[in-house]
Every structure is written in structure tokens, then in C-alpha cells.
């Protein structure tokens, strides 16, 4: 459906948004609302203009037997409250019925000489006794479709995804209760109170079967609306469902439906009820832009470049449809023709940043890195906040060897958007090449909470643990991405770093496990086993491996710390302390030992035991930074302010982790310290 009365219109809709409605108001009629004191204008054939800065209701009453009480019932229910701005809302009650003859254009000539967002208008086509009331709603501020464009970018046309004109009948004397349910949860789901707008709602269709299909198929199609705007997509679709199958020739109850059906990732049954709102009058832009956009995810580029064509011949200016067309040209490897596209976009819409985003991404495709700098650069002058061109800025910068400044690009994307996954990989990968190794662990870390299964990371993290000297972790990390791809096995080999491989070495699981078939006494060979599993995340195996080395020898301290490195590597802080007091039971002066069990207390909350613990390894290595950083933090938990101090300003002379730098420099910035 169009509205062509966008030049009049557009800047009252914006200013509507501010009252708090989600969305432009499809009318404001409503009872059970909170508020009073709004303006009401009682009019009799005034040419008083609504001001735009106001939401304008126009009433011009009922027609038909009986009619004056049925117009004071709805005066009533506006004069009950228009929500939680009344002073934005202003209401006419004009005294200019409108017949059924004269119909739904008489009404607009109405609204339209008012300047009105909503016209209400209506009559009684039975008796007093057996009443039989039509209320039709004119929307002349409908709210837009899915899609939209940038400001100052508008479409030729205004389209809604709602009905323009709304025809209720509510018959019977039990009219009135059905008239406020239905009235007031449509203006609940206005007002963005979604549970008092699904609960009038169901009463609507509890109490008033009686209501004829039409009537039934609105409540049902803005029931979806409200659902739809929770997040609950599936009940949704159930409630168009039910509009369709009351009233089966509105196109837009098939987009909605549709909409609802592409966003859950069904484009083939989406592409269904797109293709039945054209055949029931939606013949729009936006239907035929979204069939492009379902044929572009089953990858029928063609079909989707067919669609964007006929939306073009809609809106031959709608730049956006020209970066789809350019997608789909790129899919199918047809870089000239999507050049053509991306530059008829940028040319259209010279200030803003998409056509210049989609433009550098085939330049970058095509390794045209100077081409692709300079849109990238484009798009993140035009949209700061926008993650996805400092990330590809940040790749350029890494391929032509500017590590400092891909650092720079990657950082800011993850300011941006902490889960931007790919730039903790390309960060830590770059990290790599500038050898910061402990940052390389920590960011392919990261990565792999996102993406488990990736078989480079664990990779470049093996790598980065080689260099750090953790043989331990590399190993398990060169295991963990052989297991994902056997291939890399290769690449490991190439590189010099076989023997960190687990399987097939002199030190690996299968010479372990025929060592434990030679000799299964022996606590340390299920030791050195365990640790292979732990380091592998494999902890039910190593869990294991460490119970049997106690088993073999009780006083095997390495068998206690690692068995309670396992819940403490998971978070389970007070779990591990006992297994860490076992092990430094067993030697008081196990350094390891001490450093994790003052670490676990610490993880408890319990400061005075990790200040004691702590103590004790400081008094075996006055110069363990770890100890005198998480001492010092302890401290200040505490409130021990002197000796927090202490602490901190030791952890800066003699560190040289940044990590624990970092940490430290914080802490002190507590105090007012800046060292």
C-alpha cells in the first residue's frame, strides 16, 4: 500500500516516534490508558489545521440510528487518556458524519484537511435494539515496512506494511466492551506494552467470537505485531496465520508472515507468502527487494538479480537495490557487472557509507588494496561505529605488512563489538608476526570460545606456546588441530615443530601407552599421560590418569596438583583447594603448588587465606611478580592500603609481563597512583 502524502507527513511522523510509540501510530483511539489532561478541540466544521509537532486524532461521529450514543461511547474512550504524552496528542471531535455511501474517500478528504494522523469515522446499520456498529479507522501516518533509507535518501512512495483503511463491525449489545478491548489493544501494542496488548487481545478473541472475520482477521494480524516486536517469531507467523485464514485477500498480512518466515531462515517458504502478497494488491518494492533477498540466500543469484530489477522499475532511485544487484553479480564471479552496480550505489548516495563497504569488499576480493583502502577509509569517515570497516581496513593493513596499524584497526572493531570473532584471529595472528606470543595466546583463545573448531587457531596458538616455551600446551594445541584436520599435520612438520606432535613421537600418547602396558605401576608414566589429556582438554581422561598416580604413590605431589588444576582451569576455585593443600602438604616449599592455592582462595573471595599463602611462596621467591600483584590486589581488597601499595610498586620495578603490568598500573590508579 502507498501514501503519497510523504511531503507532508515525513516530518510529523519522525516527531511522533518520540512519544514513545514503537513505530508511527496507526491510530490512537483507545480505553484503559493511563494519562489526562491531553488536548481535546470540540469543532464544528472548523478548517483548524492539527500542528504538526502534535499526534492529530479526528473523530467526525457516527451516522446511522441511534447514532448520537454510539459517537459518545467513543468520545469517551478518547477522553479517557492518550497515553503517557497526552500533551502530544491532539484530538477534534467534529460533528460531520460520514455515511457508508460516501465511504473511505470522503473520510480522507477529511483527515487531509486537517492535517490528521487517524480518522475515525462510522454507523449503525441495525436498530437501537439490535445494533450493528462499523467503525472504520483511515491511517494516514502508516508505519514503514522492514526496509527503509538513510536520511536523505527518500523513496518516491511511502509504504506501509500495515492497512490503510480498517473496516471493524461490532454487533450486538455487547458492542461496547468489545470496542474498548479492541481499540485499547491495538493502542497498548502502540505504546509498546506488549503483555497488556496480548492479554486484551485474548480476550478479544475469548469473549467475542461473534465479531465477523474481518474484524477478527485485524486483531489477529496485530496480536502478530506484538508478538512479532517481543522476539517471538514462531508465535507470530501462528497469529498471521489465524488473520490470513479469517481474511485471505490482504497482501499485507502475507509480507508480514513472510518477514517473520525469512527471519527464522525458511526462504523457500518466505519466497510462498511474498509471491501471495503480490497476487493479493502489495505489488511493492520492498515484496519484490525481499524475494531478491530470499533467491540470494538459496544462491540463485539470477532470480535474485530478476527481482531487484522489477523493484528497480518501481524505484528506479532506490540505491540499495543496486548493492544487492551487485552482491549477486559478485556471487556469480561477474566483477565487472558488479562494479557497474556498486558504483551506480555510491554515485546515488555519495554520503553514505554501504555502497562504499559492499564497493571495497570486491575491491578487496580482487586484491585492489589501494581501491579498498580508500572506500574503507570512506566508510569508517562516514560511520564511526561501524565494526565491519575498521575490520577490513585492518586486514589491509595486514596484507601490505602494517602490523602496528592492522592493530590498531582490530582493536577498535573489538571496542566496537566485543563478539567480532575474525578480529581476535587476524589481531593475534598480526601479533604473531610482531612476536607478541602471550598476546597471541590470549587472543586465538578468544577466537576458539567462538569457534572451537578451528583447527588454525589452535594452530597459531601451538605456534605461540612453541615460542613461549610451554611445551605442555603447544603439544596439546598441535594435537587438538591435527584432530580437526589431519592435513595441518604436514604444515606442523614443515615447520619445524614435529617433535610437539603428540601422536607418533618418542614422548607421545603412543609410546605412553605402551609404557603403561610394559609397566602399569609406574605413577609417573599415567603422570606424564594425564598431562598430555589435561593440556588437551581431555579432562575426564587425565582426571583419570592423576587418580591413579595417587593411587600408586599418595605422595606424589605432582598427581594432587595437577588433579585440582582441572576444576581449578574450569572456574571451580573452591573444588581445587584441597587437592593444591595435598600437594603442598607434601612439600611445603612446592612453588607451583603454593601459587595456585593462594590463587583458588583468591578465586573464593577469601583474601586473608590468599594473603597467607601468598606470604608463604614470597618468603620462597621474594621476586614471583605473580605473588606480590595478586598479594597486592588481595591487599586492597582488604583495605590494606600500605601494603597494597607495596606490592604494586614492587610488581612495576620488577615485571616484565605486561599482562601483569597492566594489572598492576590499574590497581594503583585506584589510589590515585600513576607510575
Known sequence: MMDTRLDQKSNKVNKIITWGIAGILLFGCGLMLLGIGYAVHLYNLSSRVIPEEKFGIVFVGFDGDNAEEYTSTVEEVLYEGMGNNPEDVEILILNEPISSEEGSSQAREVAEKYQADILIWGWNSGTSEKPNLHITIENMSLSEMYDFSPPGYPLANYYTAEPGTMLMTFPGNEHVEAIQLFLGAIIQYKQGNYTQSNSKFSKVFRNHSELNSQTLSYGHFYFGRTLSEMGKGEKAIEAYSAAIEHFPGEGVYYFNRGMEIYFLGYYEEALLDFNKAVKNRLDVVFVYRRKGDCYLELGEYWKAIEEYDKALTLEPEYFSLYIDKGISFRQLGLYDEALVAFNRGVEMAPSYYWPFYHRGILFYDLELYTEAMADFNEVVNLE????????????????????????????????????????????????????????????????????????????????????????????????????????????????????????????????????????????????????????????????????????????????????????????????????????????????????????????????????????????????????????????????????????????????????????????????????
Open 384 to 675: 564511526p561505529n561501524y565494526a565491519n570497516g575498521y575490520y577490513f581496513r585492518g586486514l589491509i593493513h595486514w596484507q601490505k605488512d602494517n602490523y602496528s596499524e592492522a592493530i590498531k584497526d582490530f582493536s577498535t572493531v573489538l571496542e566496537l563489538e566485543p563478539s567480532f570473532n575474525r578480529a581476535y584471529y587476524y589481531r593475534g595472528l598480526t601479533y604473531l608476526y610482531k612476536g607478541n606470543y602471550q598476546m597471541v595466546v590470549i587472543d586465538m583463545t578468544q577466537y576458539l570460545e567462538f569457534n572451537p573448531e578451528s583447527s588454525l587457531a589452535f594452530y597459531q596458538r601451538g605456534i605461540a606456546n612453541v615460542k613461549l616455551e610451554k611445551v605442555y600446551a603447544a603439544t596439546a594445541d598441535f594435537a587438538k588441530a591435527m584432530i580437526l584436520d589431519p592435513e595441518i599435520e604436514e604444515r606442523i612438520r614443515d615447520k619445524g615443530y614435529g617433535k610437539y606432535i603428540l601422536l607418533g613421537e618418542a614422548d607421545g600418547l603412543k609410546d605412553l601407552n605402551q609404557k603403561i602396558a610394559e609397566d602399569p605401576e609406574n605413577p609417573h608414566v599415567y603422570l606424564e599421560r594425564g598431562k598430555l589429556y589435561y593440556w588437551a582438554e581431555l579432562f575426564e581422561l587425565a582426571a583419570q590418569d592423576f587418580e591413579k598416580t595417587i593411587e600408586l604413590d599418595p605422595n606424589y605431589k605432582e598427581g594432587f596438583y595437577f588433579l585440582a588444576m582441572i576444576p581449578y582451569s574450569q572456574g571451580d576455585y573452591k573444588e581445587a583447594i584441597q587437592g593444591f593443600k595435598m600437594a603442598v602438604e607434601i612439600d611445603s616449599g612446592y612453588i607451583d603448588g603454593l601459587l595456585y592455592l593462594a590463587s583458588s582462595y583468591y578465586g573464593t573471595h577469601d583474601y586473608n587465606q590468599a594473603v597467607e599463602v601468598f606470604t608463604d611462596l614470597l618468603e620462597l621467591n621474594p621476586s614471583h611478580t605473580g605473588a606480590l600483584l595478586y598479594r597486592g590486589i588481595s591487599y586492597r581488597r582488604l583495605l590494606e592500603k600500605e601494603k597494597a601499595i607495596a606490592d604494586l610498586m614492587r610488581v612495576i620495578e620488577l615485571s616484565k609481563d605486561p599482562t601483569e603490568l597492566n594489572l598492576a598500573r590499574d590497581e594503583l590508579k585506584q589510589y590515585g597512583i600513576s607510575p
